[in-house]
């Protein structure tokens, strides 16, 4: 017996019953419950297995969409490269699959990364307790486990090293601040996916503000499904509590197109 409110309910029955859906979700704070270390993150029990049932279903095209990094998120997700599921690296940059958007690697992109981390590394020194995570398209400083001032001391700190610099592109998360040097977003790379795999409708879970670009692009009224996790200001349609229900959402999704 399902806990999901039942507008949630009735709205997944009629996405699942669509000829070609894309199941959309994020990866931390919804498939993987939020940690300290974030290279201990891992998916909730029967979350991966869940999400490959959806996929193995005709029509179905299924992605994990994520800040992460392409080679992080596969090694956390545990998603294989041959397994029928996209991963979506890099808040939309790396697709593991070629999908156009809209911006490209080139040697300006990585001078721009070593300046990021530079910065970055800069700021840790100052602000001790924040940490740098090197990704592939940008850089983090994280403030997880902080004091709450001497955090926003530090992502203020960064925040003014971004301003300085030319072509970066700041995006705030939980207790982290990322300077991203590609100007992509998670909503443009989930249409880019959708058309190229000729999805009718999409459904999406995210639980952070980078979450809310995706949100934005997918109105209920062409029958898109957005479930924002946890608490929180969004556009997003429906809301659920934690992981227990990001499980239910999934089979659910699971089990009607089993059906
Ligand atoms: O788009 P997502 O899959 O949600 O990735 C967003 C960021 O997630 C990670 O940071 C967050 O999770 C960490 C582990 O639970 C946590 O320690 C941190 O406070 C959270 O902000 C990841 O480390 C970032 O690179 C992602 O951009």
């Known amino acids: 017996m399902s806990n999901l409110d039942p507008a949630l309910q009735q709205a997944l029955t009629t ?8 199941y959309g979700t994020d990866f931390d704070g919804v498939l993987a419950p939020l940690v300290l270390d974030p290279s201990t993150s891992s ?13 193995a279903s005709d029509g179905a095209t299924v992605a994990i969409v994520s800040g992460r990094d392409l080679a992080t998120l596969r090694h956390l997700s545990g998603i294989a490269e041959d397994e029928p599921i996209v991963l979506i690296g890099s808040h939309g940059a790396q697709p593991s699959i070629p999908l156009d958007t809209g911006e490209v690697w080139d040697d300006a992109a990585a001078d721009r990364l070593h300046t990021v981390v530079d910065a970055l590394e800069q700021v840790v020194a100052q602000h001790p307790g924040t940490r740098v995570e090197r990704k592939a398209a940008g850089a983090a400083l994280h403030t997880r486990g902080m004091d709450g001032d001497v955090a926003n001391e530090a992502i203020a700190a960064a925040e003014d090293a971004a301003r300085q610099l ?11 601040l990322e300077i991203g040097v590609l100007d992509t977003n998670k909503g443009a790379a989930l249409r880019a996916l959708a058309d190229h795999v000729g999805s009718q409708v999409i459904c999406y879970l995210g639980d952070d503000r980078t979450d809310e670009r995706a949100f934005e692009v997918l109105p209920a009224s062409a029958g898109h499904v957005t479930i924002k996790v ?3 200001d969004t556009v ?10 990001v499980l239910a959402v999934i089979r659910q999704v699971a089990s009607a197109r089993d059906s």
């Open 230 to 232: 946890g608490a929180g």
């Open 15 to 22: 996405y699942a019953a669509h000829d070609r859906i894309l």
């Open 43 to 55: 998916p909730i029990d029967g979350s991966v297995q869940a999400l490959r049932e959806v996929a």
């Open 166 to 176: 030319v072509g970066v592109h700041i995006i705030a998360g939980k207790n982290v």
């Open 236 to 245: 997003a349609a429906h809301r659920i509590h934690d992981s227990a229900d």
